[in-house]
């Protein structure tokens, strides 16, 4: 096991109220059920994983959750009381914040810009800078980010970095559910553990926290509760205690489906190579199956970081 699961085991705490719950949710799009019969509990102090493949609904969920769209059948609730958000400010106002894999910040604007952003304090009729700085400063500080220079433009910074700005500044303005677009998609491994940290950090400060993620290696190393969702439809809703990462890799990687593949594939050689002069042409548009790619962390694809 890692030092970073070492760090964040724990018991998983099911019991109490929700802070946010969706019973039954769909969503259609004309004809396309995006979203069916969803039920989801997130929990304050635990990290509610979502998964699932391509299409299968995670963005749709995310924008329920954030009010950017409305759903079409079942009900939200929030502290037990039913909402129905019209906006994104009404879902915000009730402590539902949304960072998105690639809009979360303005990569123009400075450290300290991008953290005030559309709340900046001011003095009299002048924007109040000193305290701005000061403020950001001890508010990446309490969340162990190092930024030298605030007044560096935040598209200088690692995508890594950003993520946790953004985390860091959810939850200095009072976010109680912080929802991570697939915030590791994009990051190599190391920086990739940097965001996971930070999730961490924000189960922590008493947040629940919904991660949406491809990559159940990443999902198992910080995730007190996993949902997986497949056309839709939710095909797996499992406590830490009753899953394992094997279980959970599994499910993701095709489930029956993956073993059907096997069971097709079981007649070929993978240690064969085939030499040009050998190659039969009729087979060059084969589809890639993408046989032996699984393998974790180092599947993410990388950019720079
Ligand atoms: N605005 C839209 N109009 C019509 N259909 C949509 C719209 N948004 C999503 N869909 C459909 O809803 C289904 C779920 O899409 P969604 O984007 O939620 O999946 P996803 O899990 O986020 O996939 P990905 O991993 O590729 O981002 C898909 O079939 C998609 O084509
Ligand atoms: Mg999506």
């Given at each position: 096991m890692t030092t970073l699961e070492q760090e964040t085991i724990r018991?998983?705490?099911?019991?109490?109220?929700?802070?946010l719950e969706l019973n039954n949710i769909g969503k259609s799009y004309g004809n396309v059920n995006?979203?069916?019969?969803v039920n989801i509990a997130v929990r304050q102090g635990e990290v509610t994983c979502v998964l699932g493949d391509n299409g299968a609904g995670k963005s749709t969920l995310i924008k329920v959750i954030s009010g950017l769209h409305d759903y079409t059948e079942g009900s939200l609730r929030v502290d037990g009381s039913e909402v129905r958000f019209g906006s994104p400010r009404a879902a915000q106002a009730t402590g539902i914040a949304t960072v998105y894999q690639?809009?979360?910040?303005?990569?123009?604007?400075?450290v300290w810009r991008n953290f005030f952003l559309a709340n900046e304090l001011h003095k009299g009729p002048f924007l109040n800078i000193r305290t701005m700085k000061r403020v950001c400063g001890e508010e990446l500080a309490k969340m162990g980010i190092i930024i030298?220079?605030?007044?560096?433009?935040?598209?200088?910074?690692s995508g890594g970095q950003r993520q946790c700005i953004a985390i860091a500044r959810a939850i200095y303005f009072g976010a109680r559910v912080i929802i991570l677009d697939?915030?590791?998609?994009?990051?190599?491994v190391r920086q990739s553990g940097v965001v996971l940290k930070y999730i961490v950090k924000a189960r922590d400060a008493g947040l629940g926290v919904i991660f949406i993620t491809h990559n159940p290696h990443h999902a198992y190393l910080v995730g007190n509760h996993f949902v997986v969702l497949k056309l839709g439809r939710v095909v797996l809703d499992a406590h830490r205690d009753e899953l394992t990462l094997q279980q959970l890799t599994t499910e993701m990687a095709g489930g029956d489906e993956l073993e059907e593949l096997s069971h097709e594939l079981s007649?070929?050689?993978?240690g064969k190579v085939v030499q040009g002069h050998q190659?039969?042409?009729?087979?060059?548009?084969?589809?890639?199956?993408?046989?032996?790619?699984?393998?974790?962390?180092?599947r993410e694809p990388r950019f720079n970081g």
């Open positions: 018991p998983t705490e099911s019991e109490g109220q929700p802070i995006a979203l069916r019969g690639d809009l979360a910040l303005a990569p123009l604007m400075s030298p220079d605030l007044d560096c433009p935040v598209g200088s910074l697939e915030p590791t998609a994009a990051l190599g007649g070929i050689d993978p190659v039969d042409h009729g087979e060059i548009g084969a589809p890639d199956l993408g046989v032996g790619s699984f393998d974790g962390l180092a």
